[in-house]
């Protein structure tokens, strides 16, 4: 079944339940109805039986008649009737009460036309004991009272049925609409056209899957855009990977080559130092173009992180002292933790060329290494710098590959240090406090 009668089906059940407690309620009423006629009649019944010390005569039959809305006929020695006709009627097959609480509406007897509901009971005092007072209630008071019982339980039931169907029905038919509209918008971003979709009015489900669609079409929208992107800078990665291949290899020999010059010249060389130094960072900085999105084995061994940490500090002390950066390193004493030595020097000289290009010249940057927390045992390293932070327009975003604002950069540090973190089982974050860009590395990396 389509939707629309499948919010239809509950609503015609729930009709014909109330179609049925009507018709159960006007039965009900309806038999009510007869046992207060039938109250009344037996009233009247023990009136004359039990308390009544005046003889039955055929005026007093006729005065109880208008009393009761009955008519009466007296079957003894003579009949009496309150009106005439009645002395003509077959009285043979009229049922008979020998008690008054047993009376009840009898068969139905039809007098010049008049159908009556008649039944007798049996006197048993005064000069009237034997006979038989037949009593007829008119067939048509009778229907009229079952009818003023019976037809407001009908009514109202037939109406509200009808309302609540129609009703229905004409919410089916707007759902139906609204969700045709859905679908269709769904087949056009089927065949590829991710406009989105005006919202339906009303604050409900439907509003909110239409704004989950529109959100769904401009996701897939930018996801095109961004495949076609990558078709397009595919081949140029494919070169810029063989050239970043060929680079490294030449910087390695070069570092070769100048240590080899080092240790064959007599006495210390600031110069060759500062030249090792630049070329250890520019090796460090291709190979993290190289190992950006592969699957990195680590091998981990003991190790003590405030060493490493100071290691990359003096690394990079030369570029600070030339930009006039304050570079803030306080070791806290041995850190002992299992890692990967390699990938933790390449996470924390990412880090830290991060901070300081973001400082800028005259700018701070702090190191701190904060002592294992003894809930978790997580060691916490924050890397601090006091620049501008992230533009807006990348901040929800930053650490992606390739994402960044600076004329010079490739957007790579903060990739692969997220890489790094990850692969150790920890997290990177970041945040702004009090003017500072906090990059805080989390971990359970303790021995």
């Known amino acids: 079944m389509s939707l629309r009668y499948q919010l239809l089906l509950p609503v015609l059940l729930i009709l014909i339940g109330v179609l049925g407690i009507g018709l159960g309620s006007a039965y009900s009423a309806a038999r009510l109805a007869t046992r207060q006629i039938e109250t009344r009649l037996r009233s009247v019944a023990r009136f004359i039986v039990e308390d009544s010390w005046f003889p039955l005569r055929e005026n007093v039959l006729r005065r109880l008649s208008p009393l009761s809305g009955a008519e009466y006929l007296l079957e003894g020695p003579a009949r009496l009737a309150s009106r005439e006709p009645l002395l003509e009627v077959n009285i043979q097959p009229l049922p008979i009460a020998e008690q008054w609480h047993e009376l009840a509406l009898g068969a139905p007897v039809q007098v010049e036309g008049v159908r009556y509901l008649a039944s007798g009971i049996r006197l048993n005092r005064g000069e009237a004991a034997g006979q038989v007072l037949y009593i007829f209630y008119p067939e048509s008071l009778w229907r009229d009272a079952l009818w003023e019982a019976a037809w407001p339980s009908l009514l109202l039931g037939s109406l509200l049925g009808l309302a609540a169907l129609a009703l229905a029905w004409w919410?089916?038919?707007?759902?139906?609409?609204?969700?045709?509209?859905?679908?269709?918008?769904?087949?056009?971003?089927?065949?590829?056209?991710?406009?989105?979709?005006?919202?339906?009015?009303?604050?409900?489900?439907?509003?909110?899957?239409?704004h989950s669609v529109n959100d769904m079409a401009g996701q897939l929208a930018r996801l095109q855009e961004a495949i076609r992107r990558t078709e397009r800078l595919h081949l140029l990665g494919q070169l810029a990977g063989g050239l970043a291949h060929q680079l490294r290899n030449s910087l390695t020999g070069a570092r070769l080559a100048v240590q080899l010059h080092r240790s064959e010249t007599p006495g210390d060389s600031p110069a060759l130092e500062v030249a090792l130094r630049e070329l250890t960072l520019l090796e460090t900085q291709v190979r993290r173009f190289l190992d950006l999105g592969k699957t990195q084995q680590t091998h981990r061994q003991p190790c003590d992180l405030t060493e490493r940490i100071t290691q990359a500090v003096e690394l990079l002390r030369p570029r600070c002292l030339h930009a006039k950066i304050q570079l803030d390193w306080q070791p806290p004493g041995p850190c002992l933790a299992v890692l990967d030595p390699g990938q933790w020097d390449q996470l924390l000289v990412n880090l830290l060329t991060n901070a300081i290009e973001a400082a800028g010249p005259h700018g701070q940057v702090r190191v701190t290494l904060h002592p294992p927390l003894p809930s978790t045992g997580a060691i916490v390293l924050e890397v601090a710098?006091?620049?501008?932070?992230?533009?807006?327009?990348?901040?929800?975003?930053?650490?992606?590959?390739?994402?960044?604002?600076?004329?010079?950069?490739?957007?790579?540090?903060?990739?692969?240090?997220?890489?790094?973190?990850?692969?150790?089982?920890?997290?990177?974050?970041?945040?702004?406090q009090a003017g500072w860009t906090i990059f805080r590395v989390q971990g359970e990396i303790q021995p």
């Not at 620049?387 to 990348?394: D, F, H, N, Q, V």
């Not at 929800?396 to 692969?423: D, N, Y």
């Open 171 to 210: 919410q089916a038919r707007y759902l139906s609409r609204r969700i045709a509209a859905l679908e269709q918008a769904t087949r056009a971003i089927a065949s590829g056209d991710f406009t989105p979709m005006p919202l339906p009015p009303g604050n409900d489900e439907l509003r909110e899957l239409a």
């Open 385 to 432: 710098d006091n620049g501008p932070g992230p533009a807006e327009a990348i901040a929800s975003r930053l650490g992606e590959p390739f994402l960044t604002t600076k004329p010079e950069g490739v957007g790579l540090g903060l990739a692969v240090a997220r890489q790094i973190v990850e692969a150790h089982g920890g997290q990177l974050t970041w945040q702004r």
